[in-house]
T-cell receptor
Framework: KNEVEQSPQNLTAQEGEFITINCSYS?????LHWLQQHPGGGIVSLFM???GKKKHGRLIATINIQEKHSSLHITASHPRDSAVYIC???????????FGQGTRLTINP | DAGVIQSPRHEVTEMGQEVTLRCKPI?????LFWYRQTMMRGLELLIY????????DSGMPEDRFSAKMPNASFSTLKIQPSEPRDSAVYFC???????????????FGEGSRLTVL
């Protein structure tokens, strides 16, 4: 079992829909990152969380440390949000960043 | 700031050749990471440096891989000899932290896409 599991692996939605991507982890962490990667492109850090909730524009990220779970929400989704979203946690045990397998999001106009 | 700069963006080489990938981190960042991304395995940490010193190289797959950071503004990842299974996108990332590399935002380069024929 992977230490970081994301769901769903693939998600297709219509423009304007509310999107939720989930991340569960099984190790002790110091922080959790949400990353965005466009097709053929580089990787951009969206959020770094150690507790609570952060908001940036239409993106919201939450984390529940007790439940070892984080969610990334996108409100009023747009085709330009189409990308792979990657959850990564800093494992306190391994002292390194451990990545989820990514969620491929496609927003159709 | 120009961000993390990687070169080359694309490299196509033949099996057995030496490959050198380069990275310039953001000025003032004290941590530098090398990652590899493949379809099969996703993103994997290869090695990371703190203040130019290698801290964890347990992700380096084989002795064919080596990484150096001679100064705070430059790092290289070398593969010698290269093999087709090394084909991947190699990302460099940097961050600035007060104490540990788990509290800083990561900044990634655009990646170097390596194809070994």
């Amino acid at each position: 079992k992977n230490e970081v599991e994301q769901s769903p692996q693939n998600l297709t939605a219509q423009e304007g829909e509310f999107i939720t991507i989930n991340c569960s982890y099984s190790v002790g962490i110091s922080a959790l990152h949400w990353l965005q990667q466009h097709p053929g492109g580089g990787i951009v850090s969206l959020f770094m969380l150690s507790s609570g909730k952060k908001k940036h524009g239409r993106l919201i990220a939450t984390i529940n440390i007790q439940e070892k779970h984080s969610s990334l929400h996108i409100t009023a989704s747009h085709p330009r949000d189409s990308a792979v979203y990657i959850c990564a946690v800093w494992s306190q045990g391994a002292q390194k960043l451990v990545f989820g397998q990514g969620t491929r999001l496609t927003i159709n106009p | 700031d120009a961000g993390v700069i990687q070169s080359p963006r694309h490299e196509v080489t033949e099996m057995g050749q030496e490959v050198t990938l380069r990275c310039k981190p953001i000025s003032g960042h004290d941590y530098l990471f090398w990652y590899r991304q493949t379809m099969m395995r996703g993103l994997e940490l290869l090695i990371y440096f703190n203040n130019n010193v290698p801290i964890d190289d347990s992700g380096m797959p084989e002795d064919r891989f080596s990484a150096k950071m001679p100064n705070a503004s430059f790092s290289t990842l070398k593969i010698q000899p290269s093999e087709p299974r090394d084909s991947a996108v190699y990302f460099c990332a940097s961050t600035k932290t007060r104490a540990l590399p788990n509290t800083g935002e990561l900044f990634f380069g655009e990646g170097s896409r390596l194809t070994v024929l």
